[in-house]
Nanobody, 132 residues
Framework: QVQLVESGGGSVQSGGSLRLSCAVS????????MGWFRQAPGKEREGVAA?????????VYAASVKGRFTISRDNAKNTLYLQMNSLKPEDTAMYYC????????????????????????WGQGTQVTVSS
């Protein structure tokens, strides 16, 4: 059973930065992809970024965050990160870490991060609020 615990959320002003962390335990052989999602009030949960843990850590980003956010992981610490720079008020949301079994999830042919139903395990979320 994969367990995910996010941290690092908070309140920042527009243009600021935050780094989210996701402590991962219980990796299984069927875990091939890690991702970050976000959900703003009244909106659907959307994929922000994903990393293919089988393939040299290839990454893929949503168009809205490309160039501002960076997903990475530290195997030694069993931790997934999301570095968020140049934050905007529209980045305000609950951010979730997720793990799934889809192979080649960072393939650019998918057109962006895979949808939430491709992920099996979820953290509890961490709130990010960006003020103008």
């Amino acid at each position: 059973q994969v367990q995910l615990v996010e941290s690092g959320g908070g309140s920042v002003q527009s243009g600021g930065s935050l780094r989210l962390s996701c402590a991962v335990s219980g990796y299984t052989d069927s875990t091939h992809c890690m991702g970050w999602f976000r959900q703003a009030p009244g909106k659907e949960r959307e994929g922000v970024a994903a990393i293919d843990i089988d393939s040299d850590d290839s990454t893929v980003y949503a168009a809205s965050v490309k160039g501002r956010f960076t997903i990475s992981r530290d195997n030694a610490k069993n931790t997934l990160y999301l570095q968020m720079n140049s934050l905007k008020p529209e980045d305000t949301a609950m951010y979730y870490c997720a793990a799934g079994g889809t192979l080649d999830c960072a393939n650019t042919g998918w057109g962006g991060p895979l949808p939430q139903y491709e992920y099996n395990y979820w953290g509890q979320g961490t709130q990010v609020t960006v003020s103008s």
